[in-house]
């Protein structure tokens, strides 16, 4: 009986990602190949939040700002694909800075964890650890998403859901002002699917949308609107 064909192996890191300024931590941690670029893992994070990349992005790290060119938006000296992440030649525990969307201003900091050999029966970026829903990205930034958690309690939600369900049963009763606030009751249902979830984080659905990402497919693209 033959032996199974060897299978590929490659350098690669352990990254893991965090939210300044926001309590309980929202966090990933991302396997890269080492020639992965800087590019790979800006898309890596806007496919781990759920995020549209809608918004001009950049990387801080060893003085330099680097990251994906937009017309009418940031260039830079070195455009995040062309810089490998062997090339930064990053040591165990080094961090590093992602800024996005500068009108409130997202910060994450990046720390390089391990350096580790991957595998070629997997597909790269790859999700393999995480905690809570990423913020909205149009929210407001860390602190007006901090109030927004703190508003949208889960006994909130509940006493919500409780009095929506009371007054839809006597929907036929209802004045013209209780009516009203039905219908406003109703508009803001939509909200509580987020808000429901925020401590959840979907890594299966991440990392579908990486895989399709890594071959090169477009629909990798297709992101989960949020209403909140």
């Known amino acids: 009986m033959s032996e199974p064909d060897p299978i590929d192996t490659y350098t690669g890191y352990q990254l893991r990602f965090w939210f300044l300024g926001i309590q309980p931590v929202i966090w990933r941690r991302l396997l890269l190949r080492a020639d992965n670029t800087l590019a790979d893992l800006h898309y890596a ?42 090339d930064l030649q990053l040591y165990k525990n080094e961090r590093f800075l992602y800024e996005y969307n500068f009108h409130v201003n997202w ?14 029966d997997r597909n790269y970026p ?6 809570r829903a990423a913020p909205p990205e149009d929210c407001g930034g860390p602190a007006h998403f901090n109030q927004l958690c703190a508003h949208f309690s889960p006994y909130y939600i509940y006493q919500q859901l409780l009095d929506g369900y009371e007054m839809y049963q006597r929907r036929d009763q209802l004045s013209e002002e209780e009516q009203y606030e039905f219908e406003e009751r109703q508009q ?4 509580f699917s987020y808000w429901a979830k925020v401590d959840k984080f979907d890594r299966r659905t991440a990392n579908k949308r990486l895989k399709l990402y890594a071959a090169g497919d477009d629909n990798w693209m297709a992101y989960e609107e949020v209403s909140w």
């Open 107 to 120: 910060q994450l900091e990046v720390r390089l964890e391990e350096t580790v050999t991957l595998t070629g």
């Open 126 to 131: 790859l999700c393999i650890g995480g905690r």
């Open 188 to 191: 803001e249902l939509s909200r």
């Open 45 to 86: 994070i806007q496919i781990t939040c759920n995020w549209s990349d809608d918004f001009l992005h950049q990387f801080k790290i060893h003085g330099k700002n680097i990251g994906v060119p937009r017309i009418y938006g940031i260039s830079f000296s070195e455009p995040a694909d062309k810089v490998k992440l062997a």
